[in-house]
């Protein structure tokens, strides 16, 4: 089995932002704009960039947006305003610096239950700093999210971010492969390090969106008061891993059974966090591109194209009394 470990502690426009990607993204800037969450990513890999600048962005991939059809409404197609997605799965090291400060509280007496306990409280299992974190409520997630300005995705927006293209089966394309992501048929029976599976990564510069772990969001089916997880995990088959569509009507219906309780917890749930445009973000953006170097520029100018696309359209479909 060929994997490609992309470390999260390789930090710096090196690790996986090399000068074939920024030609690429200096290329698709001036047809980015009117993309929506399932068109062309112009922004891959470019958070590493941008990290210096603005550091809540590391580690983050943007998603344009868009329209997609929800999961459980007939006929429903949600507009997906723009945001920011991690592109790594929550890991054990990143939860352990919510952990230590004065904003964590354990959602149930087992929360991080593979942890180790010593006089100063609470400790990331050695070796496994960087494999996802588990053992957490839907609370925890919560918690930690808001901890690091950020919020669980809807599942509108996890499948958004999770696939280029609308029909797609996988973050990679329609078919399954072992080789792509820490599933059952890996035979690993584990959790690996964020980012092993490199030949995984999706169009937006994400990592397993299929397999690792399960992901918690925030959203529920209809009739259930449990949180909906989506992605499988490494124990899941491969139609488990599936990125659900509202063309397949089973979803709908098993999917009232892949949830997890408030207060539940699991050896293969995790998360990852999103994180808002918000017009403060955006003024810094702005700023990034004004001041930053090419490889910065080629980042920040497909974004505020098509911010600029998104509100020229919204002025013109506007009724002209409220202009």
Same mark, same amino acid.
């Given at each position: 089995?060929?994997l ?17 990607? @920024?030609?690429?993204?200096?290329a698709?800037a001036?047809?980015?704009v ?6 062309p990513n112009?922004?891959?890999?470019g &958070?590493?960039v ?5 550091? /809540?962005?590391?580690?983050m991939?943007? @998603? ?11 006929a %429903? ?6 945001f ?10 990143e939860?352990? /610096?919510f #952990?230590? %400060?004065?904003?964590f509280?354990a959602?149930?007496p087992?929360t991080?239950?593979n942890?180790s ?6 400790r ?5 700093e960087?494999h996802?974190? #588990?053992?957490?409520?839907y609370?925890?997630? $919560? *918690?930690?999210?808001?901890?690091r300005?950020?919020r $669980?995705?809807?599942?509108? /927006?996890?499948?958004a ?6 029909d ?8 399954f ?19 092993t599976f490199e030949?995984?990564e ?6 397993d ?9 925030d ?11 989506l ?5 899941s ?10 063309d397949?009507?089973?979803?709908a219906r098993?999917?009232?059974?892949q ?8 050896f &293969?749930?995790?998360?990852r966090? #999103?994180? &808002? $445009? ?6 810094? @953006? ?6 930053? &170097?090419?490889?910065?520029? *080629?980042?920040? /100018?497909?974004? $505020?194209r ?10 013109a ?7």
């Amino acid at each position: 089995m060929a994997l490609g470990v992309v470390s999260k502690v390789r930090r710096g426009p090196s690790a996986l932002l090399g000068s074939t990607r @920024i030609a690429r993204l200096a290329a698709l800037a001036a047809v980015f704009v009117g993309t929506t969450a399932c068109g062309p990513n112009a922004t891959s890999g470019g &958070d590493e960039v941008l990290g210096d600048l603005i550091p /809540e962005l590391r580690d983050m991939a943007f @998603i344009p947006g868009g329209r997609l059809d929800s999961l459980f409404e007939e006929a %429903s197609r949600v507009d997906i305003a723009p945001f920011f997605v991690d592109r790594f799965e929550t890991t054990n090291e990143e939860f352990a /610096e919510f #952990v230590r %400060s004065p904003r964590f509280a354990a959602g149930s007496p087992f929360t991080l239950s593979n942890w180790s306990r010593g006089a100063n409280g609470l400790r990331v299992p050695r070796g496994r700093e960087h494999h996802p974190v #588990v053992w957490v409520t839907y609370g925890d997630a $919560l *918690a930690y999210a808001q901890f690091r300005g950020k919020r $669980l995705p809807t599942e509108l /927006e996890w499948r958004a971010a999770a696939r280029k293209y609308s029909d797609a089966r996988y973050p990679w394309g329609q078919g399954f492969s072992s080789n792509r992501c820490n599933s059952l048929a890996c035979g690993i029976n584990d959790t690996t390090i964020v980012g092993t599976f490199e030949s995984g990564e999706n169009d937006w510069g994400c990592y397993d969106f299929a397999g690792n772990v399960w992901e918690i969001v925030d959203s529920s089916p209809p009739g259930v008061s449990a949180k909906l997880i989506l992605g499988g995990a490494f124990r899941s088959t491969p139609e488990q891993c599936a990125i659900p569509d509202v063309d397949e009507k089973r979803w709908a219906r098993d999917l009232r059974k892949q949830v997890i309780g408030p207060t539940e917890l699991q050896f &293969d749930v995790g998360f990852r966090c #999103v994180r &808002d $445009l918000t017009p403060e973000l955006l003024e810094r @953006i702005e700023h990034a591109a004004r001041v930053g &170097d090419a490889e910065v520029k *080629a980042y920040c /100018e497909p974004i $505020l194209r098509m911010v600029r696309s998104v509100a020229d359209k919204a002025t013109a479909d506007a009724p002209q009394g409220i202009r």
